[in-house]
């Protein structure tokens, strides 16, 4: 049976998992490193394939590519997202004129934040 404090901390959870997933969704388009550093674990991996060979950086490596990114119209959008305990995952993706990034996360917990510790990207070019 579900209790009025289950459905508090279910939501409080759900808050702060969003609080992350935004700091990601709406920091990102904006190039705002500060937000996106925010969202990971310090010892993040971001991975990808490059002309199918997988490429990975560490989170200083991925922020250093972002601030070089140019800026562009770009619409964020959460997909889906769960969690169990103290791990979680998410589906993103941010779209572009020309292509989208369709993004998975793991997500951990630590200290009463969530954080993305991993992120798996795919570059989808549109027609």
């Given amino acids: 049976m579900e209790t009025l404090a289950n459905k508090i901390g279910i939501e ?3 808050q702060l998992i969003l609080l992350t997933l935004n ?3 709406q920091g990102r ?3 705002d490193i500060e937000r996106l550093r925010a969202a990971f674990h310090p010892e993040a991996y971001i991975r990808t394939i490059i002309e199918g060979k997988l490429v990975q950086w560490t989170l200083p490596q991925y922020l250093d590519l972002v601030a070089q990114a140019t800026l562009q ?3 964020p959008e959460l997909l889906s ?3 169990d305990g103290d791990t979680g995952s998410a589906h993103v993706q941010l779209s572009f004129a020309t292509f989208r990034f369709i993004d998975r996360f793991n997500l951990i917990k630590l200290d009463g934040k969530w954080l993305i510790m991993d992120k798996v ?3 989808q070019e549109l027609s």
């Fill in 81 to 83: 997202y769960t969690w």
């Fill in 121 to 123: 990207s795919y570059r």
């Fill in 73 to 75: 119209e770009c619409q």
């Fill in 23 to 25: 700091n990601y969704l």
């Fill in 29 to 31: 388009p904006v190039l």
């Fill in 12 to 14: 409080e959870e759900k």
